[in-house]
């Protein structure tokens, strides 16, 4: 079969380390002949993502906070010179990890915003900073999770940035619709990244979804970027301002 993305350049922001979900995905990426530039967020992770990337075979390996508006703004002036981009994928969240387990009710206005600044309104940035490269359209992902719209316990303040993130979605593909712009999220069931380890009971979390799921087990983050693949190909080309879930089916459970 044919490669899915050859020819198409795409820019992975929240590559941690091997086991992030954003890995998986330039790996798919780069399978289907995508031409890579990745992010990371910090010295701690540097050495790390620059490895990664040269394995990628990645062109370029920016640093970027996306809380900095000048981090967004310094990549977009590099890449202009570059030619164009066809897809972006946002895959950060961040909270406070007091308020992943004490009571929502007491989260603080601070962590409030934080986890709302990071997880969702840096959708928004990215969006506004890369949409002028892409001028031959393209497309935006990002990952969302099921407690954006069900109570899942300690998920807490990152289910109200992530409603908000879904929200963006649809706002965004309403925006750059009409410059062939097509934004959409990826539902991904629990997965065990550095983003879900300490996480009170994500054993109990992983178990809980494998037993009740109708594929009656956990995703793997292969299936995950599977699906990115798809919404940014042009297999995706109908599909825009919407969230795909990728869960092994547990969200449309009821009991
Ligand atoms: P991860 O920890 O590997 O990725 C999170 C990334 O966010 C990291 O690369 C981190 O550096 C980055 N980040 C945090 N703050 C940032 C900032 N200010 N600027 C730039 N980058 C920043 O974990 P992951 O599980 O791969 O998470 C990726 C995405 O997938 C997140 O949006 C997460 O909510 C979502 N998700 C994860 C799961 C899961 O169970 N792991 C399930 C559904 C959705
Ligand atoms: C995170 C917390 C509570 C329950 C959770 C999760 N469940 C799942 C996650 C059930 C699947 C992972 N997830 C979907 C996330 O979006 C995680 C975001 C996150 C994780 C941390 C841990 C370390 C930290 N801050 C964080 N901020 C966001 O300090």
Redesign the pocket.
């Known amino acids: 079969m044919a490669k899915l993305l050859e020819g198409k350049t795409a820019l992975i922001l929240g590559v941690a380390n091997k086991w992030s979900l954003a890995y998986a995905i330039a790996q798919a990426f780069r399978r289907e002949g995508a031409g890579l530039l990745l992010t990371y967020q910090g010295e701690r992770v540097k050495e790390t993502v620059e490895e990664l990337g040269a394995e990628l075979g990645a062109a370029h390996v920016f640093e970027c906070d996306v809380t900095k508006e000048d981090d967004l703004v310094r990549i977009a002036d590099t890449l202009k010179s570059q030619g164009r981009l066809d897809t972006v994928v946002h895959s950060i969240?961040?909270?406070?990890?007091e308020d992943?387990s004490r009571p929502f009710v007491d989260t603080s206005r601070e962590g409030y915003l934080l986890?709302q600044e990071v997880?969702a309104y840096s959708l928004v940035a990215v969006a506004r900073s890369t949409a002028p490269l892409m001028t031959g359209g393209g497309a935006i992902l990002t990952l969302t999770?099921l407690?954006s719209s069900r109570v899942?316990?300690?998920?807490?303040v990152?289910g109200a940035a992530?409603a908000s993130l879904e929200a963006a979605v649809r706002y965004l593909a309403h925006d750059l619709g009409p410059s062939r712009i097509r934004v959409n999220a990826i539902s991904?069931g629990?997965?065990k990244t550095a983003?879900?380890?300490?996480?009170?009971d994500?054993s109990k979390?992983l178990e809980a979804v494998a037993g009740h799921a109708p594929l009656r087990r956990n995703v793997e983050p292969a299936e995950v970027a599977d699906a990115a693949v798809f919404l940014a190909s042009d297999l995706g080309r109908g599909v825009t301002g919407d969230v795909l879930f990728v869960d092994a089916g547990f969200h449309i459970m009821g009991l």
């Open positions: 969240a961040f909270a406070n990890r992943l986890a997880s999770y407690g899942v316990p300690n998920y807490n990152m992530k991904a629990p997965v983003s879900a380890r300490g996480i009170k994500f979390v």
